[in-house]
């Protein structure tokens, strides 16, 4: 795969060329760019796949939503309806996507929408809502809005400077365009990571001159469905683990430096499961033996609870390393402010 990947450097170039023409235009004006009265957080990346944009939206919603009236916006990746949605309870998974929804089951005080425009989407959540902030998840490549200030996540196993573009590496753009973040994440480290890899990273990411912050995806003690079951009990149950996300070895891990036993379901991201598949999960979890539970993430679970009785998921947060979730916070509340 690598080999391949190599093989196609020549089309990276082009989609290097392609990407940095079009934000030339954009940073000249020539293409149309959309500013707001009111604060536009985006969250987002450099890179494919995974970087934990999710648990960061959420780090934010809890951090906002008590002092701000707060709306989240999405494009709704892989929904089944079009234009702009605002989220209600009658919405399924297919209808918005399977993180916007998740925010709506967990936060019922914030408005969620969702729109492939983010123009056109904020501008109805104004006009609907009222909201004095606005969150877009993964619109960092989305030029045509203009946010107020931009969070920048790279994985700690993957930083986007030693990454390169699409197709041969797993970059969406040239590494140039950290140059628009106003404090990039690192995101899913050890929780012991040392200072001296932390000082390492950040002479690396030292010429884009962002404040660098370190993150970790923190566990709940606990897995949720129709009752609450502690996480060192899994040890004592066979276990039907199902994960449809993009980069499902952190739970892989975690699971097992807690010598939980589990049979992996690996799907691909945002994956929607087929009348088949829920019918092999089923006869997969029947053929194992008691104790046993289905297990699956949080985002997975969404998309699987009207289908599969007795399902659980696992929460995870984002939590700063060095204590420096205060520094953040403060550099988010004295934006808003």
């Known amino acids: 795969m690598k080999v391949l990947r190599f093989l196609l450097f020549p089309f990276a170039v082009l989609y290097d060329f392609v990407t940095r023409i079009r934000n030339f235009f954009f940073d000249v004006g020539i293409f149309k760019v959309t500013s707001f009265k009111i604060p536009v957080i985006i969250v987002g990346n450099l890179s494919v796949g995974g970087t934990g944009k999710t648990p960061q939206i959420e780090y934010l919603i809890r951090l906002l939503k008590n002092n701000f009236k707060t709306a989240v916006l999405s494009r709704g990746y892989k929904r089944e309806t079009e234009g702009f949605v605002l989220l209600n309870k009658n919405h399924s998974a297919a209808d918005v996507g399977d993180e916007p929804l998740q925010y709506f089951k967990k936060f019922n005080d914030i408005s969620i929408a969702?729109?492939?425009?983010?123009?056109?989407?904020i501008t109805s959540l104004?006009?609907?809502?009222k909201p004095?902030?606005?969150?877009?998840d993964d619109a960092f490549q989305h030029r045509k809005v203009?946010?107020?200030f931009y969070i920048l996540l790279t994985k700690y196993a993957d930083l986007f400077v030693d990454d390169f573009l699409l197709?041969?590496?797993?970059?969406r753009e040239s590494r140039q365009g950290a140059n628009r973040a106003d404090v990039i994440l690192v995101t899913k480290c050890p929780y012991n990571l040392s200072k001296k890899n932390q000082d390492s990273i950040k002479l690396k990411l030292r010429k884009f001159n962002k404040e660098v912050f370190f993150t970790s995806i923190s566990y709940a003690d606990k897995v949720l469905g129709s009752k609450e079951i502690s996480t060192l009990d899994l040890v004592n149950l066979d276990v039907l683990l199902i994960t449809g996300i993009a980069n499902p070895a952190p739970l892989i891990n975690y699971l097992e430096s807690l010598k939980v036993k589990f049979h992996h379901l690996k799907y691909a991201?945002?994956?929607?499961?087929?009348?088949n598949e829920i019918t092999a999960i089923k006869k997969k979890f029947d053929d194992m033996k008691l104790p046993k539970i289905i297990l699956t993430t949080e985002k997975d679970y969404v998309r699987l609870q009207d289908h599969i009785n007795d399902l659980y998921y696992l929460p995870i947060e984002t939590s700063f390393l060095n204590n420096e979730n205060k520094a953040f916070n403060l550099l988010i509340n004295n934006h808003l402010k």
Do not use: M, Q, Y
Not at 126 to 129: Q, W
Not at 132 to 136: E, H, Q
């Open 167 to 171: 197709p041969t590496g797993n970059l």
């Open 146 to 148: 203009k946010g107020s």
């Open 114 to 121: 969702v729109d492939a425009n983010r123009v056109e989407g």
């Open 126 to 129: 104004i006009k609907n809502k």
């Open 132 to 136: 004095d902030v606005v969150l877009l």
């Open 269 to 275: 991201d945002h994956h929607h499961f087929s009348s």
